[in-house]
Antibody, heavy 119, light 108 residues
């Protein structure tokens, strides 16, 4: 079964740090580019970051640039998001999502992990 | 940054009716537009990619059309499980990847 499972969410104070992980299974992880997408409570979807299959290309939303770092370990089938200098507005459910092999869409999503930034 | 505007914000229909959801881009995204369905407490699910292609396992009642700046998601005959929030997403000019604000499809 193709699956993505996020972990690492939690409650953190403003200015704090957190590292999210996404464990992939059921497919050849090293062949796919990946994304992080977040959703603030009661709000829509916001793309956060992208990483190519080989890690050679990474992109960030302006809202997180300089604070978040995406990475992957293809040997461990894992995707990561290191978050520092967290702000109240970073509070959201964070999803990892797989890019399609052919076509433009994110075809596999994890169940999400909740990050709450609050004092 | 390309802005996607979805309309209507809320659509109230009955099972069996036809639903038409719109997504308009602030500039051309060619055909690089996807549609997602999201139910409460669940992750989004890909319905349509590249404007008109159904994703794996998506019923034939879901259809996508459009190119450039104007796109439509059509559900030909609503089933009870179709009542959810629908988002469009573009990748015609990125980064950033952007999403529309969503259309809530509710039971009338």
């Amino acid at each position: 079964e193709v699956q993505l499972v996020e972990s690492g969410g939690g409650l953190v104070q403003p200015g704090g740090s957190l590292r999210l992980s996404c464990a992939a299974s059921g497919f050849t992880f090293s062949s796919y580019s990946m994304n992080w997408v977040r959703q603030a409570p009661g709000k829509g979807l916001e793309w956060v970051s992208y990483i190519s299959s080989s890690s050679s290309t990474v992109y960030y939303a302006d809202s997180v640039k300089g604070r978040f770092t995406i990475s992957r370990d293809n040997a461990k089938n894992s995707l990561n998001l290191q978050m520092i200098s967290l702000r109240d507005e970073d509070t959201a459910v964070y999803y990892c999502a797989r890019d399609m092999w052919v076509g433009n869409g994110m075809d596999v999503w994890g169940q999400g992990t909740t990050v709450t930034v609050s004092s | 940054e390309i802005v996607l505007t979805q309309s209507p914000a809320t659509l109230s229909l009955s099972p069996g009716e036809r639903a038409t959801l719109s997504c308009r881009a602030s500039q051309s995204v060619n055909s690089y537009l996807a549609w997602y369905q999201q139910k409460p407490g669940q992750a989004p699910r890909l319905l349509i990619y590249d404007a008109s292609n159904r994703a794996t396992g998506i019923p034939a009642r879901f259809g996508g059309s459009g190119s450039g700046t104007d796109f439509t998601l059509t559900i030909s005959s609503l089933e009870p499980e179709d009542f959810a929030i629908y988002f469009c997403q573009q990748r015609g000019n990125w980064p950033p990847i952007t999403f529309g604000q969503g259309t809530r499809l509710e039971i009338k």
